[in-house]
């Protein structure tokens, strides 16, 4: 509601629109567009199956070029256009409607996770920490997100706080 009362008082005292033309087509319009891309696209064609990352260990590559260029070539017609996508579609891209499954099962146990391990001393960080991976899973791919994203990053560092919090403090000084 606030940024709509923002972007109505630029309209009105500077007759310009940069607030809402940002904030509706990066929020809503970009997301949206790509989403229903990559959902026409692959609905049509064979699924990647990780071959544009860790699967090309496994198998062939499926395409030349990972999804998100695919995407832009196709719809965009760039061939430099990264067109990247959420986790959901990112599954979809990958394994289908199973992917879609198993992308939000592996999500839900890494927010879960999370929230476990930062509920009682950490409740504030791990608010922020579900939050920030939150935004970065409506802009990257699961797979994507583990390092690039710093996900993994984020699951390491509240696993060394909280074993730094099991060991007493005699023993993390030398005593005892």
Partial sequence: MGMLVLSFMEYSVFETNILGEFFVRRILAVPGFLNITYWDYFSEHEKVLLTD???????????????????????LNDVEANANTGIWMGGFAHFGVIGVLITSAIAGLILGLIDNLTRINYFMFGTLACTYIGINWSEQMLHTSMLTGGVIYILFFIFIIRSSQLIPVEARRGIG
């Fill in 53 to 75: 990352s860790i699967g090309r260990y496994v198998s062939d590559p499926v395409y030349d070029l990972s999804a998100p260029f695919l995407i832009g070539i196709e719809y």
